[in-house]
């Protein structure tokens, strides 16, 4: 069974960068799309990003673009979010989900494809 175990959550302060890694095991495909996403308390959860391979595409919400950086190590089996410049709205519970044959495209990543998710990692930012 594939599983997915988020890491890197935390308090910083607003303007502050943490790394969000996403550790996946038991999947044999090499066709696969993570994605990334957030719930802040009371809200939605939003679609952030999402890296696919083996293409190697990206997406990223307009919330973080260009603060945001997804990337993988493939030898570690780990995805990582690069959260640069956080605001106080970023504080939410940060979950990164995956499919076998999910391709990025630039119109969004959507939560309701995905097979597998993950229990989540707490972001805080002060203000």
């Known amino acids: 069974e594939v599983q997915l175990v988020e890491s890197g959550g935390g308090l910083v302060q607003a303007g502050g960068s943490l790394r969000l890694s996403c550790t996946l095991s038991g999947f044999t495909y090499e066709s696969w799309g993570v994605g990334w996403f957030r719930q802040a308390p009371g809200k939605e959860r939003e679609g952030l990003s999402c890296?696919?391979?083996?293409?190697?595409?990206?997406y990223y919400s307009d919330a973080v673009m260009g603060r945001f950086t997804v990337s993988t190590d493939k030898d570690k089996n780990t995805v990582f979010l690069q959260m640069d410049n956080l605001r106080h709205k970023g504080t939410a519970v940060y979950f990164c989900a995956d499919r076998q044959f999910y391709y990025c495209s630039e119109y969004g990543v959507i939560a309701e494809a995905m097979d597998y998710w993950g229990k989540g990692t707490r972001v805080a930012v002060s203000s």
């Open positions: 890296l696919s391979s083996p293409d190697g595409k990206t």
